[in-house]
């Protein structure tokens, strides 16, 4: 799995590999260790040089506790690396999920350059020299980050440098990420008609028109309004014919329940919807990315709701839910989406717990899609339209595994209703 979508030449070679299992308090904790020999590699986008082949040691300790997953300690390194004793390790906080490993002594002169190259490419500008430094330093601390979620990625997706790669991971949370959500799926809101009908082997709401162009939040973390007026735009096309864009920041500026760029509900922003009596549309109501005073007016709104539903968790279900009754609004872990550049993600359920979703998108399709090298097998993937967009990936979207209830994506799935 290690080595799925990687070309030959690339791929890694697993050396010895041992592990445990012990019970700790009402779970059990896995403790593995493997060792894996990394060809050299020679993409400076994903890779720290120098980039000599390398063997690596790696360090996972997993408490498994009523069923759910936590990863309490994530370490890989050179083979001479000294590790932590097992007997010494405490289990009473729940660590980062990719240790942060120091800098090397010498910056090669190759990642300057790097950095160079995204400081032009994302126009970056920054306030004095102490600023650009510091930046630098994050941006290749960030690139160790990229190299090793690649490396334990199990799906065709790339990471690399990003317009995100010089924020850190606190900064890229707090940001542009939604803490509220991994409190309250699917709360408020009635479960759905079943749709008993076997779904079709792909579906893409793309090509029948029910879908606005991918969007932008900004430095705002308002994902939860994106992914509810995507929704309400899918279903008004479907039930009126015609597609709308719709107002994020009237969701923004008059939810009273939701904290605009702090986070907000996919079901508070429904009740706000049907409370105010309608959506604007994005040219009568355009996004600012900020909180300001509301302004909506019931006499410029195009689009109303009757209702909110939650979907089934189950995805064969979700997924024919979706091709009978359009796009839907679900929510994710978004680990690795900092350094997302395109093909279909597939983390380590560990690494992407779905008790920990903290992103809000919008679900528009799913098949099998090959978005790699070449040669490079096909994979079930979900198509994601989210609020970051990925200008390497088709469409700017995110494509996420499908089939194994990948970073939570079947856990907080919800839809308006439309009558």
Request: contains cysteine.
């Amino acid at each position: 799995m290690y080595n799925r979508g990687r070309a030959a030449g690339t791929r890694a070679a697993l050396g010895a590999v041992r592990g445990r299992v012990r019970r700790a308090g009402r779970g059990s904790l896995y403790s593995l260790k493997a060792t894996l020999v990394e060809p050299p590699c020679n993409d400076p986008t994903v890779c720290q040089l120098p980039v000599s082949k390398k063997t690596l040691l790696c360090s996972f300790e997993v408490l498994d506790e009523l069923g759910k997953h936590m990863l309490l300690r994530r370490d890989c390194g050179p083979v001479d690396t000294k590790t932590t004793d097992d007997r010494n390790e405490t289990f009473s906080s729940f660590l980062p999920l990719l240790n942060k490993d120091p800098l090397p002594q010498d910056f090669s002169v190759k990642m300057a350059s790097i950095f160079k190259d995204f400081v032009t490419t994302y126009n970056r500008t920054y306030d004095s020299q102490e600023e650009a430094s510091w930046r630098m330093s994050v941006f290749a601390n960030n690139m160790v980050r990229a190299q090793k979620i690649q490396a334990l990625d199990r799906g065709t997706a790339r990471y690399g440098v990003t317009k995100f790669s010089d924020l850190t991971e606190e900064e890229f949370r707090t940001i542009y990420l939604n803490p509220l959500l991994k409190d309250a799926p699917g709360r408020n809101m009635r479960p759905a008609q079943p749709v008993t009908d076997v779904p079709p082997p792909q579906w893409d709401w793309r090509n029948k028109g029910a879908v606005t162009n991918v969007k932008d939040q900004g430095m705002c973390g308002s994902c939860w309004a994106f992914s509810v007026t995507g929704n309400v735009e899918g279903q008004w096309f479907l039930k009126r014919g015609t597609l709308l864009s719709l107002s994020e920041q009237e969701l923004l500026d008059c939810d009273k329940t939701d904290k605009a760029c702090l986070g907000g509900l996919p079901s508070n922003a429904y009740s706000a919807i049907r409370t105010l009596g309608g959506l604007e549309t994005e040219d009568d109501y355009s996004y600012r990315g900020r909180l300001q005073t509301c302004s909506f007016s019931a006499e410029k709104a195009k689009v109303y709701i009757n209702d909110s539903v939650e979907l089934s968790k189950n995805e064969q279900k979700l997924a024919a839910w979706l091709a009978k009754n359009g796009p839907v609004s679900i929510a994710i872990n978004a680990f690795g989406m900092q350094f997302y550049r395109h093909g279909i993600s597939h983390p380590l359920r560990p690494l992407c717990s779905p008790w920990l979703i903290d992103h809000a998108v919008l679900l528009v399709g799913y098949g099998n899609r090959e978005f790699c090298l070449p040669l490079c097998p096909s994979s079930p993937g979900h198509s994601i339209s989210g609020s970051l967009s990925y200008p390497l990936s088709p469409a700017g979207y995110y494509y996420l595994h499908r089939g194994s209830g990948a970073c939570g994506v079947n856990i907080m799935a919800s839809s308006a209703v439309i009558n």
